[in-house]
């Protein structure tokens, strides 16, 4: 459980690569299918963030 002071930062900085994921999507395949993929695994310490290929994985 996050309190405030950890939840924000860790929203925006969410916020911020599922936009840049969408950017590149755009830009590297047109848009047209779900190329990468974003992928969160949690334990009780940490927290694991993936782009990988949808197509590759």
Do not use: R, V
């Not at 911020?16 to 334990?43: A, P, R, Y």
């Amino acid at each position: 459980m996050l309190n405030i002071n950890q939840a924000i930062p860790a929203g925006m900085l969410l916020n911020e690569i599922i936009e840049t994921l969408n950017d590149i999507n755009q830009s590297e395949f047109d848009g047209k299918e779900e190329h990468l993929q974003l992928s969160l695994e949690s334990n009780c310490e940490s927290i694991c963030i993936s782009i990988t290929d949808a197509h590759n994985s």
